[in-house]
């Protein structure tokens, strides 16, 4: 024999399924076989229809006419009991799907799997559409004969909205990114040529008071010039994250260790000439843009080979600690290191940690570091001891599945 | 007869960068041969001897034009593409001069015949360097068109 109907609401998204009794009876005709078949069975047990309303449930006849309306279907579809019982379940439809038979369609296959369920356009009482899940469940008798639907419908204008509204804060957040991203590379653009300006004309102005020049007046305009140079820094800089924003990673597998002894190539007349004892353990090759990572490990060791200078022996140790299969990439220095209580500010943007006039720097090398790996879906960390050194983690690719490929 | 030839255009509308631009090239050559002009329009009628320019028609020709992308009125870009458009004034080198060094920029330039794409250094000292070679490579080294052959050309 054949089992009777399962019938269930809908379930979509986080949503719940929700089991509520019917008072499909009240509202039936008494004499209608559809009513026999549910009354004869379990089947009007399983029947579930949402409390609150949001859940329009109604039975058809085998040939679509309205044959019972609950509460919930007067809520979503306007129509009154007696207003809907006795006619066809095609009003619910627009008139082009009408036209096209979409209403009878769905019954056809309805009786044929069983079961059709879809999400789309329904019209209401008042003309007004919204937008619905329906799924329509074939009920038959004990002889396996047809004797009509039960549909059940939910309301989804509202779902909908949330997900329309949703996906515009997401376009007008990406907006105000690239907005964002512009200012700043046409404002760090713009500022170059005043900055250029301000020490062109104090070099010019030193050469022309020439020897005589009372020290004072020397010493005041060379703090202009390095002001300004400090600022074109500062500039350049920022110049430079603001291309990394418009930057598109392109990965490909690189290996690490010929990138560090690349960077230590730049940084090797510091190096030789502090003595400064670098180790550079095993390192992989990862899938990465090999350009951005070299920023990466560029400004990385800078800073160790920076924030080193008061040691006596000075130690930067490069390697890799792989966790639960993940490479971690590690730089370490044996220098001042910072204290922990400020290492939410490490990334940011114009954070410094020192004194300029102990340690130079405009407090970009690091939100640079970080955007870089965030464009490789990486994850960045740090771990330090006042005067005890410092040491930078990092991971690609741990963000999600496609790792670099995708990164914006 | 004794007057220094007007050599260099210097299209340049921020007076600041004009003045070191100047004060960069003074050992090379004399101030009286480099003309000083502020916006496109004025770049052109510096060079097609219109509008105030008129009198300058009989004038010898320039030996470059130094032209900043960034100009009021018409941008570097469109001068240049007037310039070597026309027969009269096409062989007369131009340098752009840009703070830019976006890629598509160069292209473009490169694309509507500029001979020479630099971009000013935001370090001062650096800034003079280019400058200054910029100066002696045109000024002196580079040997200019030969005034008959630019009308030869036109008639081609």
């Not at chain 1, 020397?218 to 350049?236: N, W």
């Not at chain 2, 002009?37 to 008129?54: I, M, P, Q």
Request: proline letters at 5%; hydrophobic letters at 40%.
């Amino acid at each position: 024999m054949k089992k009777p109907p399962k019938i269930r609401a809908p379930s979509h998204g986080k949503m719940k399924e929700q089991t509520v009794a019917v008072p499909l009876l009240s509202y039936a005709p008494y004499d209608s076989p559809l009513i026999d078949a549910l009354m004869d069975g379990e089947s009007i047990h399983q029947l579930m229809v949402d409390s609150r309303g949001d859940y329009a449930i109604f039975m058809l006849d085998p040939n679509g006419i309205v044959a019972s309306w609950n509460k919930g279907a007067e809520q979503i579809n306007g129509y009154s009991r007696d207003e809907i019982v006795g006619k066809h379940f095609s009003v619910f439809y627009s008139a082009e799907d009408r036209a096209r038979g979409k209403p009878e369609r769905e019954l056809v296959i309805a009786a044929r799997d069983g079961r059709f369920e879809e999400e789309g356009q329904r019209v209401r009482s008042d003309g007004s559409e919204f937008w619905a899940n329906v799924v329509i469940s074939a009920v038959r008798d004990r002889a396996d004969t047809l004797v009509g639907f039960v549909k059940v419908a939910r309301d989804l204008t509202e779902h909908r909205k949330q997900q329309e509204r949703a996906l515009a804060d997401a376009q007008a957040l990406k907006a105000v990114n690239a907005e964002l991203e512009s200012f700043t590379y046409s404002v760090s653009h713009d500022l170059r040529a005043p900055i250029r300006q301000i020490e062109g004309f104090a070099k010019i102005l030193e050469e022309h008071l020439g020897v005589d020049l009372d020290p004072q007046v020397e010493h005041y305009l060379h703090r202009i010039q390095e002001g300004s140079k400090q600022m074109g820094r500062l500039v350049d800089d920022l110049l430079h994250l603001a291309q990394l924003g418009r930057q598109h990673a392109k990965p490909r597998v690189t290996p690490l260790d010929a990138l560090v002894d690349e960077v230590l190539t730049d940084l090797r007349a510091e190096i030789l000439e502090r003595a400064i004892e670098v180790r550079v353990g095993a390192l992989p090759a990862l899938e990465c843009d090999p350009g951005l990572l070299k920023v990466v490990f560029t400004n990385l060791l800078s800073n160790a080979v920076k924030y080193t200078r008061r040691c006596e022996h000075p130690l930067i140790e490069i390697g890799q600690i792989v966790t639960d299969g993940i490479p971690v990439i590690y730089v370490r220095d044996n220098g001042i290191g910072f204290d922990m209580k400020y290492v939410d500010k490490l990334f940011g943007v114009f954070q410094r940690l020192h004194r300029t006039e102990d340690f130079e720097g405009a407090g970009v090398g690091l939100a640079i570091v970080s955007r870089i790996i965030r464009k490789h879906r990486g994850t960045i960390w740090a771990e330090a001891l006042p005067d005890m050194g410092a040491t930078f983690f990092f991971t690609l690719g741990t963000e999600g599945q496609d790792a670099a490929t995708k990164s914006a | 007869m004794n007057k220094t030839p007007i050599q260099m255009l210097l299209a340049e509308d921020s007076a600041s960068d004009a003045d070191l631009i100047l004060a960069s090239l003074a050992n090379i050559t004399l101030a009286e041969a480099i003309h000083v002009v502020h916006d496109g329009v004025e770049t052109l009628d510096f060079v097609f001897s219109r509008g105030e320019y008129a009198h300058r028609l009989h004038e010898p020709p320039l030996r470059v034009i130094v032209l900043d992308v960034k100009l009021p009125k018409l941008d570097g870009f469109e001068v240049l593409r007037e310039i070597k458009a026309n027969s009269r004034t096409r062989l007369i080198p131009v340098v752009l001069l840009t703070s830019s060094n976006i890629d598509i920029d160069v292209a473009r330039g490169y694309l509507l015949g500029a001979n020479s794409y630099v971009q000013k250094p935001v370090d001062f000292e650096q800034f003079r360097a280019t400058i200054r070679e910029l100066g002696l490579y045109w000024m002196t080294m580079n040997e200019p068109p030969p005034r008959r052959s630019v009308g030869d050309h036109a008639r081609r």
